[in-house]
């Protein structure tokens, strides 16, 4: 069963950057065939989705509004996803997940969110100070 920790979260001066790891484990997958999902929530906000980087061919996509400061890749080899984001924000901050989906392509952008699966904790919480 696939299981996914983030790591790499931190309290952040505006304008610095910071890269997020998701690592998979778990028996009887192959990370390479999963698409993996990146999203946040920030405190009393609803979860805000942000990436999706496909199984196999490893295509990225992103929600519109996260374009450019958000960049997610993937390492099959050591089990992990990354998320990368430039210019920190004080409003980026939140707790960031990162989820899989059946597969091998992303689903639709409106179900980043809430087909996500293996999430194991809390996330890992970005903090961004002005």
């Known amino acids: 069963q696939l299981q996914l920790q983030e790591s790499g979260g931190g309290l952040v001066q505006s304008g610095e950057s910071l890269t997020l790891s998701c690592v998979a484990s778990?028996?009887?997958?192959?990370?390479?065939?999963?698409?993996i999902g990146w999203y946040r929530q920030a405190p009393g906000k609803e979860h805000e989705a942000i990436s999706c980087?496909?199984?196999?061919?490893?295509?990225?996509h992103y929600v519109p509004s996260m374009k450019g400061r958000f960049t997610t890749s993937r390492d099959d080899a050591k089990n992990t996803i990354y998320l990368h984001v430039n210019d920190l924000k004080p409003e980026d901050t939140a707790a960031y997940h990162c989820?899989?989906?059946?597969?091998?392509?992303?689903?639709?952008?409106?179900?980043?969110?809430?087909?996500?699966?293996?999430?194991w904790g809390q996330g890992t919480q970005v903090t961004v100070y002005p």
């Open positions: 778990g028996l009887g997958f192959v990370l390479s065939d999963y698409p």
């Open positions: 980087i496909d199984g196999n061919d490893g295509a990225s």
């Open positions: 989820g899989a989906y059946t597969p091998a392509s992303c689903p639709p952008e409106e179900k980043w969110v809430h087909e996500a699966f293996g999430s």
